[in-house]
């Protein structure tokens, strides 16, 4: 009778008012027949008090008022309906399938991002993962080649996985522009989400790769893939890798930051996406944040509300008791003329 009562709400809470009232009443009339004298009488034995019957019937005479007390509070909260009341939300995504495309050459070590341009990149695209909840993402990394880090999938701990371990060294280096945006469209081409993004970060000119930069927009276009362009690298000189020792340690010095902004800003027209520029961390975290509110997922929360009467066990209680106070009095407690 009481199962699902964990969610109770009352549709006319002001009933319950009455219930301090009731207590009240019943208060006074506890202390009116505890405060009342009646007149006694002495007997040298108790063969007198045969005619007022046992002891447990004189308990249940002067208790019987309990049972009506008990009636009448449970009629109250019956009066007030109690319900159980259940919300539940229905969570409608259209999500946005997105492939993060990160350059790894060598010239992503320059340090004018702290510590450099690289992990400055990763750092920011795992900020940006983290807020896109409802969205599948997928990495790519390119330098003289490229190839998928991470799958497009919904698993967002994986691809934070996977976005630790990108690193410089992975593959051929040079900057093959192409082949990083032709290796994220590919990864998209048999999406069926609604919208499909590339987010293509680098920090040079195409050198390397059997697929041109233009011919991959053109692909991405066809298969209706967006592409944000981002080119990493203050404005002028900064300092970067320029050889290397017997021992493998890279070598600094300052050199010009060459961009093809013209290639990255036609690729983003092309698909209909927008290039930005990043000359340190902060405009980085800037430009991710501009995207987010670009390429926001729809979401529709639809919310169910269901009430369910519960007064019915209260009354049927009420009913009880005024059952048994009377079954008391014209059963059990009934004097005989």
Known sequence: MFNGWSHIVFADKWVLYLLPVLLLLALAWWYF????NFPTIKFSDTNAFQKFGTPLKAIL????WVLRFLALASLIVALARPQTSFEEEKVTTEGIDIVIAIDVSTSMLAKDFKPNRLEAAKAEAGNFIDGRAHDRMG???FAGESFTQCPVTIDHNIIKNQLKEIKNGLLEDGTAIGMGLATSVQRLKESEAKSKV???MTDGVNNKGLIDPMTASDIAM???????TIGVGTNGKAM??????????LMFDYADVQIDEKLLKEIAQKTGGQYFRATDNKRLKDIYAQIDKLERTKIEVSAYERKTEKFHAFALIAALLVGLDILLRYLFLRSLP
């Open 33 to 36: 027949l505890s405060a009342k």
């Open 61 to 64: 005479k002067k208790s019987s």
């Open 139 to 141: 990495l790519v990394v």
């Open 198 to 200: 590339v987010i293509l």
């Open 222 to 228: 066809q298969f209706g893939v967006r592409v944000y």
């Open 240 to 249: 970067t890798p320029v050889a290397m020792t017997m021992d493998g340690q």
